[in-house]
């Protein structure tokens, strides 16, 4: 048991460590969001009005585009280093070094994404009851994001076609939680309770964590082999 | 019911006969795709098998 | 004991030339069924009262969603089997059944769309079940563009069996999404427990034409089945036999 937690987080301090010597690199998917939210209101008029309610959708919306953008490289490097095989050999379960490396993945973008989505929803005065119920969505929502996305990134790690095939792949995956994150912002602007959605999203969560590496651990050792 | 009267639908018959139509050429365009390359591959295979038997 | 006459149908050899024989049956029950199920729907199914003659539109509009749920299941199922087995014929179903579900899907998105306008007086709203059902053909398009990303066939059939089961997880939610959000698509017809709400008259055509679909889904998946073995083993004797015999 020691040896796996031992395990885990030397992947998970590789990872933060070789990201944040790159810090260009972490910033990137959050001007990414700044830029795409300050592009909303050119494509729809300075209509405050309209703007105002379609703020939250915007926001997640941008938050889904930046967590797939930078999903990519998660496991692009190893994969072409060789890192990868190291991993499967190594005798430790690869699913266990796979939730490290998504961790260590959601500790540096999903994170301070959250905090910039916060920051921007507070900026463009979304309501209080929006902005709480953002922020649970937020929470439970962008472990998902990364989660589900590391198995279409580990499906498509290296092909030619890459970029374009795990948008393809992973946004109708993340469907759902878009969904119900928004059901949730719109309910709570509406006054009604955001039980349900919550405890959906906390479904769906949990779901993720527990099969979620498994299934991206698979798909490793598939393309490996 | 008469044949007008059959095309007509109570005045649906654009919607209906349209979607009886796309449904109709949907099955149709996946039967014979399906029987086309059935017999492309059968042709290139025997063809490849053709050319290997020459060589020799 | 029968699980073993039923083994040897994992080989692709028996596999050809079972869906050989299969075929033209599937395909005659098909024609018959449609037939029946056709006249049934379109000329004995009196007009629905509320609906008038649009509710016509039924008769391919549920078979085709029904299909394109089972469709994606059994597509799930094959490719499980085909991971944890290592079948190669579950892999070559997995991969027929994928175009199949997709127009299956975007049948029942455009008939449902046709039957919308009239009804509900536009040609999409974001429904649930609608929202769901597009999220579903864009499962299938991403196996089908997954599949043909890999040059290793092997590799296909094992990532995209990941992809589709990962992806059953919208299945739940968009059968039971018509229960969980009341919206503007009906409830359920038919469903397992409860009499139906609908006229027997009107039922029995819908169970024809939902039985025609599915004849109809196992003849053409049987014929590109057969056209995926042959590619997949187009280096084995038996298909040179066969290709020589043929000659």
Same mark, same amino acid.
């Given at each position: 048991?020691?040896?796996?937690?031992?395990?885990?987080?030397?992947?998970?301090?590789?990872?933060?460590?070789?990201?944040?010597?790159?810090?260009?690199?972490?910033?990137?998917?959050?001007?990414?969001?700044?830029?795409?939210?300050?592009?909303?209101?050119?494509?729809?008029?300075?209509? $405050?009005?309209? =703007?105002?309610? @379609?703020? #939250?959708?915007?926001?997640?919306? +941008?938050?889904? &585009?930046? /967590?797939?953008?930078? %999903?990519?490289?998660?496991?692009?490097?190893?994969?072409?280093?060789?890192?990868?095989?190291?991993?499967?050999?190594?005798?430790?379960?690869?699913?266990?070094?796979?939730?490290?490396?998504?961790?260590?993945?959601?500790?540096?973008?999903?994170?301070?994404?959250?905090?910039?989505?916060?920051?921007?929803?507070?900026?463009?005065?979304?309501?209080?009851?929006?902005?709480?119920?953002?922020?649970?969505?937020?929470?439970?929502? $962008?472990?998902? =994001?990364?989660? @589900?996305? #590391?198995?279409?990134?580990?499906? +498509?790690?290296? &092909?030619? /076609?890459?970029?374009? %095939?795990?948008?393809?792949?992973?946004?109708?995956?993340?469907?759902?939680?878009?969904?119900?994150?928004?059901?949730?912002?719109?309910?709570?602007?509406?006054?009604?309770?955001?039980?349900?959605?919550?405890?959906?999203?906390?479904?769906?969560?949990?779901?993720?964590?527990?099969?979620?590496?498994?299934?991206?651990?698979?798909?490793?050792?598939?393309?490996?082999? | 019911?008469?044949?007008?009267?059959?095309?007509?639908?109570?005045?649906?018959?654009?919607?209906?006969?349209?979607?009886?139509?796309?449904?109709?050429?949907?099955?149709?365009?996946?039967?014979?795709?399906?029987?086309?390359?059935?017999?492309?591959?059968?042709?290139?295979?025997?063809?490849?098998?053709?050319?290997?038997?020459?060589?020799? | 004991?029968?699980?073993?006459?039923?083994?040897?149908?994992?080989?692709?050899?028996?596999?050809?030339?079972?869906?050989?024989?299969?075929?033209?049956?599937?395909?005659?029950?098909?024609?018959?069924?449609?037939?029946?199920?056709?006249?049934?729907?379109?000329?004995?199914?009196?007009?629905?009262?509320?609906?008038?003659?649009?509710?016509?539109?039924?008769?391919?509009?549920?078979?085709?969603?029904?299909?394109?749920?089972?469709?994606?299941?059994?597509?799930?199922?094959?490719?499980?089997?085909?991971?944890?087995?290592?079948?190669?014929?579950?892999?070559?179903?997995?991969?027929?059944?994928?175009?199949?579900?997709?127009?299956?899907?975007?049948?029942?998105?455009?008939?449902?769309?046709?039957?919308?306008?009239?009804?509900?007086?536009?040609?999409?709203?974001?429904?649930?079940?609608?929202?769901?059902?597009?999220?579903?053909?864009?499962?299938?398009?991403?196996?089908?563009?997954?599949?043909?990303?890999?040059?290793?066939?092997?590799?296909?059939?094992?990532?995209?069996?990941?992809?589709?089961?990962?992806?059953?997880?919208?299945?739940?939610?968009?059968?039971?999404?018509?229960?969980?959000?009341?919206?503007?698509?009906?409830?359920?017809?038919?469903?397992?427990?409860?009499?139906?709400?609908?006229?027997?008259?009107?039922?029995?055509?819908?169970?024809?034409?939902?039985?025609?679909?599915?004849?109809?889904?196992?003849?053409?998946?049987?014929?590109?089945?057969?056209?995926?073995?042959?590619?997949?083993?187009?280096?084995?004797?038996?298909?040179?036999?066969?290709?020589?015999?043929?000659?």
């Amino acid at each position: 048991m020691h040896t796996y937690w031992k395990a885990f987080s030397v992947i998970f301090s590789r990872d933060v460590t070789l990201a944040s010597r790159c810090r260009a690199e972490l910033a990137n998917p959050l001007i990414f969001f700044i830029v795409v939210i300050a592009l909303f209101p050119f494509a729809f008029g300075s209509d $405050t009005e309209l =703007l105002r309610r @379609i703020t #939250a959708g915007m926001i997640w919306i +941008t938050a889904l &585009l930046a /967590s797939t953008l930078s %999903l990519e490289g998660i496991f692009r490097s190893d994969y072409d280093d060789g890192s990868t095989e190291q991993m499967v050999l190594s005798g430790y379960p690869l699913t266990l070094l796979v939730a490290a490396k998504v961790s260590a993945h959601w500790c540096l973008t999903g994170l301070p994404l959250m905090v910039i989505a916060m920051l921007t929803g507070i900026v463009l005065s979304l309501p209080t009851d929006a902005l709480q119920a953002l922020f649970l969505t937020l929470l439970f929502g $962008t472990p998902v =994001l990364s989660l @589900i996305g #590391a198995i279409a990134v580990a499906l +498509t790690v290296g &092909l030619r /076609s890459g970029g374009m %095939l795990l948008s393809l792949l992973i946004l109708p995956l993340y469907m759902p939680v878009l969904i119900f994150s928004m059901v949730a912002v719109e309910n709570a602007l509406a006054g009604l309770p955001i039980d349900a959605e919550l405890y959906f999203l906390a479904g769906m969560l949990v779901l993720s964590i527990t099969l979620g590496p498994i299934a991206t651990a698979s798909s490793l050792r598939i393309r490996l082999s | 019911m008469s044949l007008q009267d059959f095309l007509h639908m109570g005045g649906y018959g654009l919607y209906v006969w349209t979607s009886y139509g796309l449904c109709a050429i949907v099955l149709i365009l996946n039967v014979i795709q399906s029987l086309s390359r059935q017999r492309k591959i059968m042709r290139e295979l025997t063809n490849k098998l053709r050319q290997l038997e020459s060589k020799k | 004991m029968i699980f073993q006459r039923f083994y040897r149908f994992a080989s692709p050899q028996h596999f050809y030339h079972l869906a050989v024989l299969l075929t033209p049956w599937f395909a005659w029950a098909t024609i018959i069924l449609m037939i029946v199920g056709l006249y049934g729907g379109l000329v004995f199914a009196p007009a629905d009262y509320q609906q008038g003659e649009s509710f016509r539109i039924i008769y391919i509009h549920v078979p085709s969603a029904w299909m394109s749920l089972f469709v994606y299941v059994l597509m799930a199922v094959f490719g499980g089997i085909g991971l944890i087995w290592h079948v190669k014929i579950a892999d070559v179903l997995a991969k027929s059944c994928a175009p199949l579900g997709a127009s299956f899907t975007l049948l029942a998105l455009v008939t449902g769309s046709i039957w919308g306008k009239p009804m509900w007086g536009t040609w999409w709203v974001w429904d649930a079940r609608l929202t769901s059902e597009l999220i579903l053909l864009f499962l299938y398009l991403g196996y089908m563009a997954l599949q043909s990303a890999f040059d290793d066939r092997r590799v296909a059939a094992r990532a995209s069996a990941i992809l589709a089961l990962v992806g059953m997880v919208n299945i739940p939610i968009i059968h039971y999404s018509v229960e969980w959000w009341s919206t503007l698509h009906q409830g359920p017809t038919v469903s397992k427990f409860d009499a139906p709400s609908i006229h027997i008259n009107m039922l029995i055509p819908l169970l024809i034409m939902a039985l025609a679909f599915k004849t109809y889904f196992a003849s053409v998946l049987l014929i590109r089945a057969r056209s995926e073995i042959l590619e997949y083993e187009c280096n084995s004797n038996w298909v040179r036999e066969l290709l020589t015999k043929t000659d």
